[in-house]
């Protein structure tokens, strides 16, 4: 276990490059050492974040008063492998995630490579219901073990009982409680996984993804080209992360700012908050399991998801776009909408946590403005909110 006595700022630890420092920090190893960790700064009152790669986290400018405590274990078991039944794997939270998904590809287990080039750990994927491409993590998870913070004990949740939604669960879930924020009462530990044995990817979902590949949308492709259009499409939009010191600062950002908007079908219609040219999306929900023990979803007919780029380009936020910096004018802002993605906020090399926020506010404020449409916040807010 690596203890700092001085501690990190949170700007080095993030993909967004902003926070201050922590009042302590250590990076765990092993198992023992994360959950020994936890169980001491909960016993002592102390605030507790835990982070894996830093991607889905604005922290601000005073740092966090608490104990970060980085996931810094890594490791893939295959627990059984073969032609019928596929590919049960068991991967530990603080590995990375496209780590996992490239060895997935490697070893032709199915299921994961419309995921490609997502940053952070593999510990966060449940956490989020991370997707991208059409495609879910809730689509080949099967079970979640966690460190319950409440009962102070070890509890693994079988998919069925994690509450998979749109960028949620059960686990995101239980960190709105604020006895436990900003992480979550279910503290993952690892994640297995069920994955198809092919050479194939899963059926292409995703409409842009298709056309890349040259395929009709639920065809199937190979899985190595899957995973290098994925790659190609997420480097057009900036949206593939660096951690080395890489000038383009569309890259330093903590992904997606914004979740899309999930509105009740009225919102749809004739008169109601979206206008006609507005895309709109079907959202699938959780049903429960089967007794078999098996996840399925379903339509939702009472909710229609719309673009979040879509209303922010519409409310007049062009690529590019900054609030004024300390220069003076957009070009000198030092955080910026993304000049290839309108869903980042990227830090143009200077930004502080203030400054992030500060144009987060003007954009849902604008779409407010526009549509009466409220956009959230995709990364965890840490000392901040809109």
């Known amino acids: 276990m690596d203890v700092n006595a001085v501690s990190p700022q949170l700007a080095e630890l993030t993909t967004l490059r902003v926070g201050g420092a922590a009042r302590e920090y250590v990076a765990a190893t092993t198992e023992a050492e994360f959950i020994d960790a936890i169980y001491a700064a909960d016993d002592a ?57 490239a060895t997935a590809v490697a070893e032709r287990w199915s299921g994961l490579e419309a995921l490609s080039g997502i940053s952070g750990t593999v510990g966060a994927a449940p956490v989020q219901n991370i997707g991208a491409y059409g495609a879910e993590v809730s689509n080949v998870l099967s079970k979640v073990r966690t460190w319950d913070r409440h009962e102070r004990c070890i509890r693994t949740f079988a998919l069925g009982d994690l509450a998979l939604g749109y960028r949620t669960s059960l686990l995101k879930q239980s960190m709105l409680d604020y006895t436990w924020h900003p992480t979550p009462r279910y503290v993952v530990l690892d994640v297995s996984f069920q994955l198809r044995r092919a050479d194939v990817s899963a059926p292409i979902a995703y409409a842009e993804l298709a056309r890349t590949l040259g395929v009709e949308v639920q065809q199937r492709a190979p899985q190595t080209q899957v995973r290098a259009a994925v790659l190609e499409l997420r480097a057009a939009k900036g949206m593939l992360v660096d951690a080395s010191k890489d000038p383009d600062h569309d890259r330093w950002s903590a992904g997606s700012f914004f979740t899309n908007p999930v509105l009740p079908t009225s919102a749809a219609e004739p008169g109601g908050l979206l206008p006609a040219n507005a895309p709109r999306y079907p959202v699938r929900a959780p049903i429960a399991a089967s007794a078999h023990g098996i996840f399925r979803t379903e339509i939702d007919p009472t909710v229609i998801k719309t673009s979040a780029a879509w209303l922010i380009e519409q409310a007049g936020f062009a690529k590019g776009y900054g609030i004024d910096g300390a220069s003076g004018g957009a070009s000198a802002s030092p955080v910026t909408l993304s000049t290839r993605h309108t869903l980042a906020l990227t830090n143009r090399g200077s930004a502080t946590a203030a400054d992030v926020i500060a144009l987060a506010r003007t954009i849902r404020d604008g779409v407010q403005a526009r549509f009466n449409i409220t956009l959230k916040p995709e990364p965890v807010l840490v000392g901040l909110s809109l």
């Open 45 to 101: 009152g102390m605030p507790l974040l835990v982070i894996g790669g830093g991607s889905n986290l604005v922290v601000s400018d005073a740092g966090f008063d608490g104990l970060v405590l980085r996931d810094a274990r890594s490791g893939i078991t295959c627990d059984s492998v073969d032609a019928c039944s596929g590919a049960s794997i068991t991967v530990v939270a603080g590995h990375g995630w496209d780590d996992l998904v």
